[in-house]
Each structure stands twice: as C-alpha cells, then as structure tokens.
C-alpha cells in the first residue's frame, strides 16, 4: 500500500514538551500511514559523528544523529528541519522509515489534533551496555510500558526449545 499523501496544511508544530525540551505536536488531525515530514541534515560518517559528539562528557544524552546506513549518518543539528524535535516514545504513534537512504516520519495510527508525536528512537544496542548506559539514555516518555530507556528493547536470552512429553496412547485396533 503506498504512503497516504501529507496534507496541505502543516501536521505539526515545535513546542515545549513533558517528554523532552521541545516536541513537535499534531496541529490537525492525522490519519494512520500519513507522511509527516523528511528528517534531514548533514551527512557524515559515524567516525565524524564519534568525533563531535561524546556521550560520557554529555550529563545526559542530546544529539540530533539518525544512522541511515553503515556509512551515512543524518545531523540535524546541522541544516536540520522540525523532524529533529520528534522525541522518543516506547508507545509510539509515528514511526521512522529508511528509504534509500533517506528517513521519512510516518504515523502510525490516527493521531489527534493536539497529540504529540513520537516515534521509538531503538537505539542499537552491542551487549557492553552498563546501567549507567542506560541511565545516560534514559527515557521520560510515561508510556505504560515504558522501558526506562531509549535503548533498543533487550533481545529475550535464547532458550532451549521445550520439547512437550510424547503421550503414549494405546492403539485399538479394531478386529
């Protein structure tokens, strides 16, 4: 099904937000896989990005950086748009798209006028998170069932698959 079409007027606008400094907030209705808006800014690497940005000096994490490949990463706090003000949600109504390198928001489910949007920022986790790691992304979003954190959900440990009892039936045959 390909994406609805945005409206002509605008989805949303930035305002100070509960969640996280500013937010961007539905001005009007919006229907379910409605494109909002395209997050841009300047390309660069994830070296470059490593580089500008360090989150242990950081007393809590802020970057306007979106990973769109294993090159390219989007930093919107250089020629970015209002799409860098979408914060985070463990209950999303909007969810980010990559798209041949691009990232498009889309909503999720209708959102009504008011409403603020967020989408689940999932960041990458490599198994050497610490708790003060997850402090450092901690998440205020008041979901029910908030995580606690912008990190992506922890994947369920392995489990051996469970091999249910064979029952053991008598055959009657039948003479």
Do not use: W
Not at 12 to 30: E, L, M, N, Q, Y
């Amino acid at each position: 099904m390909p994406p609805r079409p945005p409206s002509a007027t605008p989805a949303f606008k930035v305002r100070r937000s509960v969640i996280a400094g500013r937010g961007a907030f539905a001005t009007r209705d919006i229907r379910k896989g409605e494109r909002l808006i395209e997050y841009v800014g300047q390309r660069i690497t994830h070296a470059v990005a490593d580089a500008k940005y360090h989150d242990e000096s950081m007393r809590s994490h802020h970057t306007f950086l979106f990973s769109v490949s294993r090159q390219t990463v989007i930093d919107a706090s250089v020629g970015g748009n209002d799409a860098r003000f979408i914060n985070h949600s463990c209950d999303p109504n909007c969810e980010a798209v990559i798209e041949r390198s691009r990232v498009f928001i889309y909503a999720r489910t209708p959102i009504a006028a008011g409403q603020e949007l967020a989408y689940d920022y999932g960041y990458e986790r490599d198994g050497t998170e610490t708790a003060e790691d997850v402090a450092r992304y901690a998440c205020r979003c008041g979901a029910k069932r908030c995580r606690g954190t912008i990190l992506a959900p922890t994947k369920p440990a392995r489990r051996k698959p469970h091999h249910a009892a064979a029952r053991h039936t008598d055959k009657i045959k039948d003479a």
